[in-house]
T-cell receptor, first 110, second 114 residues
């Protein structure tokens, strides 16, 4: 079993829909990261969080430490949100040791 | 700041040749990471440096891989000799103090070994 599991693997939505991507992890962490990788390949760090909730524009990330679960929400989705979203965790014992989920490929159709 | 700069963006080389990938981290960031991304295995940490010192290279797949960071503004990842299974996208990332937290990734180098 992978240390970081994401669901769904693929997601197709219509423009304007509310989107949720889930991440579960099985190891002790110091922080959880949400990354975005566009078709061109570049990776952008969206959020780093260790508790509660963070919001940036239409993106919201939440984490439940007790349940070892995080969600990434996108409100009013847009075709430009189409990308692969990757969940990653930094180890509790070494916060430079980052483990990655397999990613969720999101396609938002106009 | 121009961000983390990697070169080249694309590299096609023949099996057996030496390949050198380069990375310039963000000025002031004291940690630098090399990752490899493949379809089969996703993103994997190869090695990271803290204050130019290699801390953990347990992710380096074989002795054919080596990485250096001669100063705070430059790092290289070298593969010698290269093999077709090394074909992947190699990302460099840097990070500042814990309080700042987030990683900044370079655009990656797409390596194809034929």
């Amino acid at each position: 079993k992978n240390e970081v599991e994401q669901s769904p693997q693929n997601l197709t939505a219509q423009e304007g829909e509310f989107i949720t991507i889930n991440c579960s992890y099985s190891v002790g962490i110091s922080a959880l990261h949400w990354l975005q990788q566009h078709p061109g390949g570049g990776i952008v760090s969206l959020f780093m969080l260790s508790s509660g909730k963070k919001k940036h524009g239409r993106l919201i990330a939440t984490i439940n430490i007790q349940e070892k679960h995080s969600s990434l929400h996108i409100t009013a989705s847009h075709p430009r949100d189409s990308a692969v979203y990757i969940c990653a965790v930094s180890s509790r014992y070494n916060n430079n040791d980052m483990r990655f989920g397999a990613g969720t490929r999101l396609t938002v159709k106009p | 700041d121009a961000g983390v700069i990697q070169s080249p963006r694309h590299e096609v080389t023949e099996m057996g040749q030496e390949v050198t990938l380069r990375c310039k981290p963000i000025s002031g960031h004291n940690s630098l990471f090399w990752y490899r991304q493949t379809m089969m295995r996703g993103l994997e940490l190869l090695i990271y440096f803290n204050n130019n010192v290699p801390i953990d290279d347990s992710g380096m797949p074989e002795d054919r891989f080596s990485a250096k960071m001669p100063n705070a503004s430059f790092s290289t990842l070298k593969i010698q000799p290269s093999e077709p299974r090394d074909s992947a996208v190699y990302f460099c990332a840097s990070r500042g103090d814990r309080e700042l937290g987030g990683y900044t990734f370079g655009s990656g180098t797409r390596l194809t070994v034929v």
